[in-house]
């Protein structure tokens, strides 16, 4: 009862102070605000495009009275666009981008960007916003795939060239895998700083004019590889090439098989050649329901033959195959270094004509805000979206409006997971919690008994790492009994053996040398015919 009573106290001034923080702002520094407490209708405009069949609802968060914008179908195109009152001019000052998006349903494949549009002379009407509408910036998460990350891509006008160019961050931050809201904020400062923030925490710091920030540079290199110029058809830019003078051997035989039977092999005494690897299974009956007619002639299943499992082999015995000494595949003259070999070719640079400088981007003002997103996941819900001049009322509504009401979230995930008690997870981790600690207080371990107590404490604080904690914990006590067991030994044979032949496995593997593919395929057929070993029967699973 408690619990529930601080759920209900919790969700009620989450709900209260969303209602009155956009009417109560500033409309100084908070430009846009829309927290969805009312219907959209009417205030955003959903595209008429014929690819966006998407249905957006008005809907509840779940577990919450906050209301947000929901994506309610799986592999639909959504777009919906809101018009500002006046443009928002970025050259001026800070300005801070921020807005919630959830994930109820979990992280499979789905966006929930924003775009900020530019004014609708740059081509673009509100009924037909599409993925083609021109924006100044992309922000937020995607996920799919290999894709994971929180974008934000400017896209800015090359004053020379007059075309428009995306400019994405560099390692955005990665998308929060969970099913809880997060606040995403973009702040951009007059000193050409951007920071991206997850729930108010920065994730990533960058400068919009620095080449590495940013993919392709906002300030194009200065000069180019000459576009007109081609390679000489002459110029020859291979280091090695095959030896001319090189004469294949007259011994070579290149249609010698790469292996034959091995004629020193004997059948191993005991062989059955008259007894088949499997026979029909003697208990199996023919179903009572089987009709002939319809299900065909009914054939008892087959099992490994018993006669077999005691003998070296069952059925015709062949001889095993072994790498044939003749064999030497294809020949190849020899590399020699290349007499004409005149370097790696590449054009001459040349001043580049789109080269321009400047102090701070050529933000294009913002006129609208857009939703345009292909997902194949339902359940993502858009909430507080916010534009502001002042980075203090953007956290003053991760403070009312996001953190409230992700303390709910948390609370009861917390209680869901304390409810499932040992069946779930949380409990497993409790029992193995408790028997860590009573481990930590073995005599023998005291010496790693600070070390053990720091693995258990941050498994507390983060239980997804219960498993790798544990499987730390369990290294570090059987390195004490080893240590125990050994403690005064020179030699340790049996240690020494593993780690040369680990050590031998990894420089075969890890070697740079490139065999000729022959050799590959030789060895190939003598990892799988183990060499001269007789032929063993066959076991079917």
């Known amino acids: 009862m408690i619990m529930m009573g601080r759920f209900a106290l919790l969700v009620f001034l989450a709900f209260a102070s969303m209602q009155l923080l956009c009417i109560a702002a500033d409309h100084d520094a908070a430009i846009f605000c829309d927290s969805f407490e009312e219907p959209f209708n009417g205030r955003w405009i959903v595209s008429d495009k014929d690819d966006y069949k998407g249905i957006w609802e008005h809907s509840k968060s779940e577990g919450h009275d906050d209301y947000g914008l929901l994506v309610t179908e799986k592999a639909r195109k959504y777009a919906i666009v809101k018009e500002l009152e006046e443009p928002v001019n970025l050259r001026d000052g800070t300005t801070v981008l921020q807005y919630e998006a959830r994930f109820q349903n979990g992280l499979e494949c789905g966006g929930a960007y924003l775009k900020y549009l530019r004014p609708q002379e740059a081509g673009w009407k509100p009924k037909e916003f599409d993925n083609g509408s021109p924006y100044s910036i992309m922000f937020g998460p995607d996920i799919c795939g290999l894709t994971n990350k929180v974008h934000f891509i400017l896209k800015q006008k090359n004053p020379k060239s007059g075309e428009y160019v995306e400019h994405h961050l560099i390692d955005p931050p990665r998308v929060p895998s969970d099913k809880l809201s997060h606040v995403y904020t973009a702040i951009l400062k007059p000193d050409n700083e951007i920071s991206i923030l997850i729930d108010g925490e920065v994730k990533k710091k960058g400068n919009f004019l620095s080449a590495q920030d940013f993919d392709p540079p906002i300030i194009p290199a200065k000069t180019i590889p000459d576009p007109s110029e081609k390679k000489p058809e002459d110029w020859d830019d291979r280091v090695r090439i095959p030896d001319p003078n090189a004469v294949k051997p007259d011994d070579w035989d290149e249609n010698a098989p790469m292996e034959i039977e091995d004629m020193e092999a004997v059948k191993p005494e005991g062989w059955l050649d008259d007894e088949p690897e499997e026979i029909d299974d003697p208990e199996a009956t023919k179903p009572e329901d089987w009709d002939d007619e319809e299900d065909g002639v009914w054939e008892a299943p087959k099992i490994d033959n018993p006669n077999c499992q005691t003998a070296p082999g069952c059925g015709e015995w062949k001889r095993p195959m072994k790498r044939n000494p003749a064999f030497k595949g294809i020949w190849n003259p020899p590399l020699v ?13 040349i001043p580049n004509p789109n080269y321009y400088e400047l102090d701070k981007p050529y933000f294009d003002p913002i006129a609208a805000i857009g939703i345009e ?11 507080n979206i916010l534009i502001a001049k002042d980075e203090n009322v953007a ?5 009312t409006t996001w953190k409230p009401k992700f303390v709910v979230e948390k609370e009861k995930q917390k209680a869901e997971e304390e409810a499932a008690g040992s069946d779930d997870l949380g409990g497993f981790q409790k029992k193995v919690f408790n028997v860590l600690y009573k481990f930590a207080d073995i005599p023998f371990l005291s010496k790693y008994k600070l070390q053990i107590l720091d693995f258990i404490e941050k498994a507390e604080k983060q239980p997804n790492l219960t498993i790798g904690v544990l499987v730390s914990i369990m290294v570090v006590i059987l390195t004490a009994i080893f240590m125990l067991i050994f403690s005064g030994k020179k030699q340790q044979p049996r240690v020494e053996k593993k780690t040369e032949v680990a050590a031998d496995t990894s420089n075969d593997q890890g070697s740079s040398g490139e065999k000729p593919a022959e050799e590959e395929k030789v060895e190939e057929k003598e990892n799988e015919t183990g060499g001269a070993a007789p032929r063993q029967r066959r076991r079917d699973t």
């Open 337 to 349: 270094d290349n007499p004409n070999y005149k370097g790696i070719w590449k054009p001459r640079d």
């Open 395 to 399: 956290k003053s509504y991760r403070d």
């Open 373 to 383: 997103i292909w997902t194949m996941q339902e359940g993502i819900l858009f909430d």
